[in-house]
């Protein structure tokens, strides 16, 4: 089981980006998933959550820029990210707290690589 971000690259500011996160392997249901990120020298933020019933939640520092969306038959999620500034320049990272696999074995807070974003000013 293997969570593949992607999407991220270099934008100017106030340009928009679109992430993507892709759960795979022997999955049989995946629970809440998220978006964090993590700036030079800084700790890594929540940026945003969404549960299974699409229920999601936001950083104050993205809301009303960013959202958050997902397919649960692809057990896939997406971050579109508009109005983008230099402060979100970062590693973002997609986390999925809970996992379940086809064994019935539960696995517990898989991250994905991470994908560099770079807004420029």
């Known amino acids: 089981v293997q969570l593949q971000a992607s999407g991220g690259g270099l934008v100017q500011a106030g340009g928009s980006l679109k992430l993507s996160c892709a759960a795979s392997?022997?999955?049989?249901?995946?629970?809440?998933m998220g978006w964090y990120r993590q700036a030079p020298g800084k700790l890594r933020e929540l940026v945003a959550t969404?549960?299974?019933?699409?229920?999601?939640t936001y950083a104050d520092s993205v809301k009303g820029r960013f959202t958050i969306s997902r397919d649960n038959a692809k057990n896939t999620i997406w971050l579109q990210m508009n109005s983008l500034k230099p402060e979100d320049t970062a590693v973002y990272y997609c986390?999925?707290?809970?996992?379940?696999?086809?064994?019935?074995?539960?696995?517990?807070?898989?991250w994905g690589q991470g994908t560099l974003v770079t807004v420029s000013s």
């Open positions: 969404i549960t299974r019933a699409g229920v999601t």
């Open positions: 392997g022997s999955i049989f249901t995946v629970g809440d």
């Open positions: 986390n999925a707290p809970r996992i379940i696999t086809a064994e019935f074995r539960g696995l517990s807070d898989y």
